[in-house]
């Protein structure tokens, strides 16, 4: 009779690493640490959630789902609110709850918290979240910032808006507001058009997703470079729009999904070298390891090292990339912009 095969042995079969994909992670990592990525890459997240505080208690939502037997892990002490489910569920069990239902809590993989962990939105802020759905940042900000101040929750797609509107009903947001156009186009007409100007921006950049493989394997057989390339050009131009609405003074979260330097450190380095910005140390409770300097014969900034890469070996969560920017002052070295 043949053996059964694994999760691990199956997804490795059905989706294995392109040859150019194992090269750059080797550039990144080296040849033992691109072993340890591609290996946990086949394997599950650990079961992540995150209480929302506008509707219940960190301890009594804890206690409610110790009551279903369910074993709660709280990994970060600072941050009670993040909850990690060690029980083994049953498929679907974990949105059917009737604490789900009621926006008690959002299902939310631990590297997807870390932008608004990072940003820290307050009571009274004026914040942006450029590409919003499905909500998971919109409503975690929200909480922050206890319903008070106001979040422009911007997407493109009316399907994702859906889904973005029922996240923020089911979550109990009442204060944002949720705008549908494309990211720079949104930006400008705000700059040109009005005297807006934010406090705290969020530029959860769409992504190659090279970060998410071991929720989404079919991200193996869509990667290529070329990709990355085409990615990168939008990324920047969203990143520089956004910055350009931020007050003096004012923070902002450059953040992916992806592992890819042209994603991540280069569009960084492009903001240092055009804008009056500083790049702010982050201290976040896992570990981190420091941005990229050098990539494929380009030098970047050293203060790109400031910028944090979020590997799922090391913590056993799905890749990331976190930077935190101040801005300074309204100074562009861009053509015809301030």
């Known amino acids: 009779m043949e053996e059964r095969k694994s999760y691990s042995e199956y997804l490795k079969e059905k989706f294995p690493p392109k040859e150019g994909f194992v090269e750059r992670m080797e550039a990144l990592l080296g040849k033992k640490g691109a072993e340890e990525f591609f290996e946990i890459s086949y394997t599950k997240c650990p079961v992540s959630i995150r209480c929302n505080t506008l509707k219940i208690g960190v301890e009594e939502l804890k206690s409610r789902l110790e009551n279903y037997g369910w074993e709660i892990r709280q990994p970060m002490s600072e941050f009670p609110e993040v909850m990690v489910v060690d029980s083994k569920l049953n498929p679907g069990e974990l949105g059917k709850t009737k604490e789900h239902l009621l926006g008690y809590y959002y299902v ?200 944090l890469r979020l590997y799922p070996q090391d913590n056993d969560t799905d890749g990331f990339f976190v930077a935190k920017i101040k801005k300074l002052s309204d100074e562009c070295k861009l053509e015809g912009r301030r």
């Open 108 to 307: 939310q993989e631990i590297s997807s918290m870390l932008p608004m962990l990072a940003l820290r939105p307050k009571a009274g802020d004026f914040v942006l979240d450029l590409c919003a759905s499905p909500g998971s940042k919109t409503t975690q900000a929200a909480a922050m910032m206890e319903n008070e101040g106001t979040i422009i929750a911007n997407e493109l797609s009316m399907g994702r808006i859906g889904i973005l509107n029922s996240n923020l009903e089911r979550c109990g947001v009442m204060n944002a507001i949720v705008t549908r156009k494309e990211g720079v186009a949104l930006c400008e007409r705000l700059l040109n058009k009005s005297q807006i100007r934010f406090d705290k921006i969020l530029v959860d950049a769409p992504c190659s997703g090279e970060g998410t493989l071991r929720k989404s394997p079919k991200t193996f057989l869509m990667w290529n470079p070329n990709m990355i390339k085409k990615i990168a050009g939008v990324q920047k131009q969203l990143a520089v729009a956004a910055l350009r609405l931020l007050k003096v003074g004012g923070e902002m979260i450059y953040s992916t999904c992806t592992l890819a330097p042209e994603e991540d450190e280069m569009i960084v380095d492009f903001l240092i070298k055009n804008f009056d910005i500083e790049i702010e140390q982050l201290k976040l409770p896992l570990k981190f390891r420091e941005g990229v300097c050098s990539w494929e014969g380009n030098e970047l900034s050293g203060e790109v090292k400031k910028c």
